[in-house]
Nanobody
Framework: QVQLVESGGGLVQAGGSLRLSCAAS????????MGWFRQAPGKEREFVAA????????NYADSVKGRFTISRDNAKNTVYLQMNSLKPEDTAVYYC????????????????WGQGTQVTVSS
């Protein structure tokens, strides 16, 4: 069982940066692949980024590639999403998720989810 709590969201101007954190409870965090997803009002939840259990492999949605960076610190049971050059279209609730197999772009493959943190980018 893994509990996930996101933090770090807020209001930022276009071009600005935010770093989201996702703190996980449970002794087996280091065995889980982690992902970040987002959901804007009226839209489906979409993949943002994923990282393997070791941190050695990452994957990004085309819309955020080159602007966002996912990382993890297994000693701190935390995964991060550094978001730079933010755009108004990045506005959404951001969720972190964990799965106990190979990291994935697909939400249905993730077993545990946080409650989400709001990111709002003003133009």
């Amino acid at each position: 069982q893994v509990q996930l709590v996101e933090s770090g969201g807020g209001l930022v101007q276009a071009g600005g940066s935010l770093r989201l954190s996702c703190a996980a409870s449970g002794r087996t965090f280091s065995s889980y692949a982690m992902g970040w997803f987002r959901q804007a009002p009226g839209k489906e939840r979409e993949f943002v980024a994923a990282i393997s259990w070791s941190g050695g492999r990452t994957n990004y949605a085309d819309s955020v590639k080159g602007r966002f960076t996912i990382s993890r610190d297994n000693a701190k049971n935390t995964v991060y999403l550094q978001m730079n050059s933010l755009k108004p279209e990045d506005t959404a609730v951001y969720y972190c998720a964990a799965e106990d197999s190979v990291y994935s772009d697909y939400a249905y493959e993730y077993d545990y989810w946080g409650q989400g943190t709001q990111v709002t980018v003003s133009s």
